[in-house]
């Protein structure tokens, strides 16, 4: 059964979406707008597709602590005030874990724990002086709860992400909501370049249990149901979005060794 997003009113708030521009921060910039929320989205560069009517664009590095603080400054400047913060900004790519340079490493830390740590301090302390609190999601992967072989870094911070939100979540409580969304394999424009061609993306989809890949859009109705009434008591949760996980290894090795 397919449904649409959920009825969440959020006109009069103000989102900020990290990595907004393209692929699943779009897609979450362009359900909060349609919820009626001002969005603010960032990345480092222009965007290169259209943005949604009336998301405001601001460019920054939120590796720099200084761009970071920045970015919820001008966040807060253009809506009025800030109820709920999207750390989707992250990413990496594959990377030999024996040969990778120390700079790498650093650099890929960096944007998918260090920027969302300081995105969020600011953030929290905006939200503190606000009588509605805020809520602050932190955009998971499935690299950061298994093995993360080619992308070693990328698993390790997401690891620390996960309880980066435990943690935050306990220390601003009760007027500060922290939750994560963890993501499973996601369908965006650019899945041929983690997943390989359309028989391999077919192939990874039949394994899902829904037997489809993650969509931008099933990430953002959880993100809405999160800045809804109806989350008011949730924080510190880690909600998965990944159509019922991956199936274990070894019963398709069982299976395998069964034969005909």
Known sequence: MTTGQPPTDLAGHGVLITGGTKGLGLGLATAFRAAGAAVVVCARNAPTAELPDGVHFVAADL????????VVNAAVEHC???????????????????????????KIVALNLLAPFYVAQRANAVMQEQRSGGLIINIGSLSGQRPSPGTAAYGAAKAGLAN???????????????????????ETDDSAAHYGDEAARAAIAEAVPMKRLVRPEDVAAACLFL?????????????????????????ALRDESDGP
Do not use: K, Q
């Open 63 to 70: 590796r720099d602590p200084g761009h970071a603080a920045a």
């Open 80 to 106: 009025g005030r800030l109820d709920v913060v999207v750390n989707n900004a992250g990413g990496s790519p594959p990377a030999d874990s024996a040969t990778v340079s120390p700079r790498f490493v650093e």
């Open 164 to 186: 980066l939100t435990r943690s935050l979540a306990m220390e601003w409580a009760p007027r500060v909501r922290v939750n994560a969304i963890t993501v499973g394999y996601l």
């Open 227 to 251: 800045a809804s009434p109806a989350a008011a008591f949730v924080t510190g949760a880690d909600l998965r979005i990944d159509g019922g996980g991956e199936r274990p290894t070894f019963l």
